[in-house]
């Protein structure tokens, strides 16, 4: 079935460093891609999604392309701040939602 | 305008006892998920209503668990005889609906605590 596999956390970096946050998917069709970030106490948002193959997303400075050769859809950020700190979770649609176990990411100073 | 909201923001309960978590969809979306994220877990999916079909009831990890939606909007997740395995955050999403690969609106959750 489908599923979706994320790197595991929690990540902590320094701010400006660069971040990359991995996913890949198994589906049996032609998914639509995530990423949802979820700030400390507050509900999940979408950061930004893909829908086809090669099709980049792309919001506050994350990127993410969709690999269909691969299966990736892997987060990159050039250079994180204090504010990205949070909980990323990578999902796939494909007639139902799939979402990883989300990464816990900590910017510090 | 509002968002997806959810009541009560935090549930503390006794073992066995019955809670009723609700949701209130963002207004004119026909499709609505409940979720539950539990410590170190991802999301797992509970339940998915849209319109007026029947709902996806596949993800329910028992029969205490149950949902409904009244007039395709506000939804109620009931979870009967609760037990400690129980206590997690239980979210819920809205979707303009149409294919279920639409981008979902999350709820800021319910903490649900069972002692």
């Known amino acids: 079935g489908d599923s979706v596999t994320q790197m595991e956390g929690p990540v902590t970096l320094s701010e400006e460093a660069f971040l990359t946050i991995n996913c890949t998917y198994t589906?049996?069709?032609?998914?639509?891609l995530f990423w949802y970030v979820q700030y400390p106490g507050e509900g999940l948002q979408l950061l930004l999604k893909?829908?086809?193959?090669?099709d980049k997303g792309s919001n506050k400075g994350f990127e993410a392309t969709y690999r269909k050769e691969t299966t990736s859809f892997h987060l990159e950020k050039g250079s994180v701040q204090v504010s990205d700190s949070a909980v990323y979770f990578c999902?796939?649609?494909?007639?139902?939602?799939?979402f990883g176990t989300g990464t816990s990411l900590t910017v510090i100073p | 305008g509002a968002g997806v909201s959810q009541s009560p923001s935090n549930k503390v309960t006794e073992k066995g006892k019955d809670v009723e978590l609700r949701c209130d969809p963002i207004?004119?979306?026909?499709?609505l998920y409940w979720y539950r994220q539990s410590l170190g877990q991802g999301l797992e999916f509970l339940i998915y209503?849209?319109?007026?079909?029947?709902?996806?009831k596949s993800g329910l990890p028992s029969d205490r668990f149950s949902a409904e939606r009244t007039g395709g909007s506000v939804s109620t997740l009931t979870i009967q005889r609760t037990q400690q395995e129980d206590s997690a955050v239980y979210l819920c999403?809205?979707?303009?609906?149409?294919?279920?690969?639409?981008?979902?609106?999350f709820g800021p959750g319910t903490r649900l605590l069972v002692l």
């Open positions: 207004s004119g979306h026909t499709a």
């Open positions: 999902a796939l649609s494909e007639g139902q939602f799939y």
């Open positions: 209503f849209q319109g007026n079909s029947a709902p996806d």
């Open positions: 589906a049996t069709g032609y998914p639509s």
């Open positions: 893909a829908t086809k193959a090669d």
């Open positions: 999403a809205s979707s303009p609906g149409g294919p279920r690969i639409e981008t979902q609106y």
